[in-house]
């Protein structure tokens, strides 16, 4: 170890110089970087996963929307059923606490109600769309915590948050978020029953495709979890990057203050 103020002065100098070298190796100054030679690996590697991914989750758009659009066909059948000003044939008044749909003062509905399916019919209930959501981790060279979660709706390949999109995907059913409609009880007359039994044919339908889409998310989500392997190590080569450029300008600081008269004056000798 040096014994004398002044060797130690240079002790301290060789360590910077060697420290800036081999900082400017890892940022590719002067050299060819071996990290972003990994980078340019890696980026092949994550978009080789791509095509199995994108084409993954346009199936899953696909059903989606399927199940959303069958959705939206019971809300007409309700709708149609019940109406839309004044209640018709299969609207049940309700007379308890939740609302009593126009009654007169007789006790007979009289229709005196408005603004479409109410709160005040047997069975009202909010149906809300199912939705499938891209949880996305902040692999960006810019992040400073790649496991920062931002979520997007996966929609179709036009969205902002389209096929591909995201580190894992995941399911919600009758997302609150987003309202389709209402559905109420239906009265028994045939022609009623008729509509509840093409609405129970439709809810078999949206059953199933869940079960589809459940399938088809298990088996994205594994290729995905096989890319993350490699946004991940793409995001630690572009963090070593960045915080060699920074030691660098922190090392910078400190040779100045090693060389410069104004301060190497006043150290020991």
């Known amino acids: 170890m040096p014994q004398s103020n002044n060797a130690r002065t240079e002790f301290v100098l060789k360590d910077i110089n060697e420290r800036i070298v081999r900082n400017n ?7 060819v970087s071996a990290l972003q030679q990994r980078i340019d690996y890696t980026n092949s590697l994550i978009d080789a996963y791509n095509p199995a991914i994108k084409g993954l989750d ?3 758009v696909s059903i989606g929307q399927s199940i959303n659009t ?3 066909e019971i809300i007409v059948l309700i709708t ?19 609302g009593r749909c126009g009654l007169s003062t ?7 109600w408005a603004g479409g399916i109410s709160t005040c019919l047997e069975g009202y209930t909010t149906e809300y769309y199912d939705t499938v959501t891209a949880n996305i981790w902040g692999f960006s060279s810019t992040s400073s915590n790649p496991f920062t979660v931002t979520t997007g709706i996966l929609t179709d390949s036009s969205s902002t948050f389209g096929p591909g999109i995201g580190t894992f995907l995941f399911i919600t059913q009758n997302n609150s978020s987003y309202s389709a409609g209402a559905r109420v009880s239906l009265g028994d007359s045939s022609t009623c029953v008729a509509t509840q039994t093409e609405i129970d044919r439709k809810d078999g339908e949206i059953t199933t495709l869940r079960s589809q889409l459940s399938d088809y998310i298990g088996v994205v989500n594994k ?6 392997k490699s946004e991940l190590e793409r995001w630690g080569c572009f963090r070593a990057i960045e915080e060699s450029r920074t030691e660098n300008t922190v090392l910078a600081g400190v040779l100045t203050a090693f060389t410069d008269s104004k301060y190497t004056n006043l150290f020991l000798k």
């Open 80 to 98: 149609n059923a019940v109406g839309t000003s004044t209640v018709t044939y299969c609207g049940i008044a309700s007379t308890g606490p939740g």
């Open 58 to 60: 346009n199936k899953i």
């Open 223 to 228: 290729i995905r979890s096989q890319r993350s």
């Open 106 to 112: 007789d006790g007979g509905v009289d229709g005196g």
């Open 25 to 31: 190796d890892v940022i590719g100054i002067g050299t």
């Open 70 to 72: 069958l959705k939206d």
